[in-house]
């Protein structure tokens, strides 16, 4: 099984392979940057949550 492509299709392809690579480091990047808004949470419940967190670790 033997295809051929023309120049401008494999360099669209390769294009298109960057640009999902691109999109995939900025939202990797977004996500890690994203804060976590611990207002709605009453404070007792986060103190039992972080030393549950400890005790796993």
Do not use: G
Request: proline letters at 2%; aromatic letters at 2%.
């Amino acid at each position: 099984m033997e295809d051929n492509f023309s120049i401008d299709e494999i360099l669209s392809a390769v294009d298109d392979l960057q640009n999902l690579k691109r999109n995939k480091t900025k939202k990797v990047s977004s996500v890690s940057n994203a804060k976590t808004n611990n207002s709605d949470i009453p404070k007792n419940t986060l103190k039992l949550i972080e030393e549950a967190e400890k005790s796993n670790n």
